[in-house]
C-alpha cells in the first residue's frame, strides 16, 4: 500500500523528474503513475492542473503560457496572506462562501505545527471535527475564520461529536483565521493545541426546535478562556500590541 500522498505532492514529484521547462502534456503523460496512488479518480486531467495552479501561487513553478511551465527552484512555498474570495462567488450564503475561502487558503498556506511537513492536506467535507491533515505525522487541524478578532469563545460544530473527540482524545488543534474582506486579507492567524481543549471548555447549545429543518440538532460553543498562553501566533502582519512592544523597548535599556 502506498503511503497517501497529496495531489500537490504528486503533481511535484513529477515535475521534479521533467526537464527545467516542461509542458502540460508531459505531466498528462505520467498518467500511470498518478492512477496508481488515485486508481478511482476519474479527474486525474482536472487534478493536475489545479495543482499546477496551487504550485504556481505557491511560488515551485511558473507559467510560461500556452501550456509550458517552468521550475523555479524554490525549496519553500510562499506565504500569501492574501485570499481568493472569486472561489466562492457561487455561494449565497457569505458565511458559507468565507468558509470555502478560508479553507483554500488555509490550504494553500499552513503546514504542520507538529511536524516538519510544509503541508496540510484536506480532509473530506463531510469529516466531522477536522478539516485538514498532516499526512506525515497525522495531526488533525480545524480551521476557524472570522470577520475581525475573535472573542474568547468558538462556534463549534455539532455538540456530540466533539465531545466523544475530546473522551477520545482525538481533538484537533484550532487554528484561527481573522480576516479582513476589504482587502481580502487574512490578518491574524494563531493556533491552539487540542490537547487543551478538555470537556468543560465544550458548552452545548440548545437543540434546534422541533420546527426546524434539523430538529434536535444541537451545536456548541468552544471556550477558549484562560488559554491565551498557549497559543501561538502564526500570522501577525499588523501592528502587534502596544504596550509589549513598550515593554520590549524598555526592556532594551
Ligand atoms: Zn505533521
Not at 37 to 49: L, W
Not at 100 to 117: D, F, G, K, M, V
Request: charged share 25%; net charge positive.
Amino acid at each position: 500500500m502506498n503511503r497517501p500522498m497529496t495531489w500537490k505532492t504528486l503533481v511535484r514529484e513529477v515535475i521534479d523528474d521533467l526537464p527545467h521547462t516542461f509542458t502540460l502534456r508531459d505531466v498528462e503523460a505520467r498518467r500511470d503513475y498518478f492512477a496508481k496512488h488515485y486508481p478511482d479518480n476519474r479527474f486525474i486531467e482536472a487534478k493536475i492542473r489545479q495543482s499546477l495552479q496551487i504550485l504556481r501561487d505557491q511560488g515551485f513553478i511558473a507559467f510560461l503560457g500556452s501550456g509550458r511551465y517552468e521550475r523555479t527552484g524554490a525549496v519553500q512555498p510562499l506565504f500569501s496572506p492574501f485570499f481568493d474570495a472569486s472561489i466562492a462567488e457561487r455561494y449565497t450564503s457569505k458565511a458559507r462562501a468565507a468558509g470555502i475561502t478560508i479553507e483554500t487558503w488555509a490550504e494553500h498556506n499552513l503546514y504542520c505545527l507538529s511536524c516538519s511537513a510544509d503541508e496540510l492536506s484536506r480532509l473530506p467535507t463531510n469529516a466531522i471535527v477536522a478539516d485538514l491533515e498532516c499526512l506525515a505525522c497525522n495531526s488533525r487541524y480545524q480551521v476557524k475564520a472570522k470577520n475581525g478578532r475573535f472573542g474568547t469563545a468558538l462556534t463549534g460544530a455539532a455538540y456530540e461529536p466533539l465531545l466523544q473527540a475530546v473522551r477520545a482524545g482525538t481533538m484537533p488543534s484550532y487554528v484561527l483565521v481573522e480576516y479582513d474582506p476589504r482587502f481580502n486579507i487574512v490578518v491574524f492567524v494563531e493556533g491552539v493545541p487540542g490537547r487543551y481543549i478538555d470537556e468543560t471548555r465544550i458548552l452545548s447549545r440548545k437543540p434546534l426546535k422541533p420546527t426546524a429543518r434539523r430538529a434536535g440538532w444541537r451545536g456548541c460553543t468552544i471556550s477558549l478562556a484562560g488559554l491565551q498562553n498557549v497559543k501561538v501566533r502564526i500570522v501577525e502582519p499588523a501592528g502587534r500590541d502596544r504596550l509589549t512592544v513598550r515593554e520590549e523597548w524598555q526592556r532594551l535599556g
